[in-house]
């Protein structure tokens, strides 16, 4: 089954507790993306990788960090997480960039 | 800044009923409008999609009409069934394939 997985799909941990949210596709998709959920603000980007070893920032970059070292996984890394950075998360892949985007079923994060 | 203006925040409807939701966007070089539609403890999943060269698209009961001179498009949702109970949202994307989303529309279908 074609799909985008993500791990953990919940968490609750503490401010300064470095962290990270596993995304794995098994599509063989160039184009991964991470989005941040916000009630009445929608879906915004934080990071995207057009291919392996190629990111770049989307609209809400600040304290994140990506990596994309294989095809398939595209981390989403927390090193110091605040309260703010409380939301929900999703991965998303695409054939390439300008193809529709498939998503994971989210990481609902608690930074306490 | 929103790039990517969706209203209303919610509405209801009976079953039967045409609930529509319209979004308003300014960066003229959008060129691709898709609608996702989220069901809860779940991703956004691709509704329906829209390029600028076309004033109308229907996929079912599912009916994107698009102004370009406006710089607005709606999404109507016709013979609605509570199945169709969702949040959905309008997004835009330009040829930096980075989607901007709209802040989302919580449908209610009554049955």
């Known amino acids: 089954e074609a799909q985008v997985t993500q791990n953990p799909r919940y968490l609750i941990t503490v401010t300064g507790k470095k962290l990270t949210v596993t995304c794995s596709q098994n599509?063989?998709?160039?184009?991964m993306s991470w989005y941040r959920q916000d009630p009445g603000l929608g879906l915004r980007q934080i990071y995207y990788?057009?291919?392996?070893?190629?990111?770049d920032k989307g609209d809400v970059p600040e304290g994140y960090k990506v990596s994309r070292k294989e095809k398939r996984n595209f981390p989403l890394i927390l090193e110091s997480p605040s309260p703010n950075q409380t939301s929900l998360y999703f991965c998303?892949?695409?054939?390439?960039?300008?193809?529709?985007?498939?998503f994971g079923d989210g990481t609902r994060l608690s930074i306490l | 800044q929103q790039q990517v203006k969706q209203s209303p925040q919610s509405l209801i409807v009976q079953k039967g009923g045409i609930p529509i939701i319209n979004c308003a966007y300014e960066n003229t070089a959008f060129d691709y409008f898709p609608w996702y539609q989220q069901f809860p403890g779940k991703g956004p999943a691709l509704l329906i999609a829209?390029?600028?060269?076309?004033s109308e698209k229907k996929e079912g009961r599912f009916t994107i009409s698009f102004n370009k001179s406006a710089k607005q498009f709606s999404l109507h949702i016709m013979d609605s069934q509570p199945g169709d109970s969702a949040t959905y949202f309008c997004a835009a994307r330009g040829n930096d394939y980075k989607l901007s989303f709209g802040a989302g529309t919580t449908v209610t279908v009554r049955a």
């Open positions: 829209i390029r600028p060269d076309v």
């Open positions: 998303a892949s695409s054939r390439q960039g300008d193809q529709p985007q498939h």
């Open positions: 990788s057009m291919n392996v070893e190629v990111t």
């Open positions: 599509m063989n998709h160039e184009y």
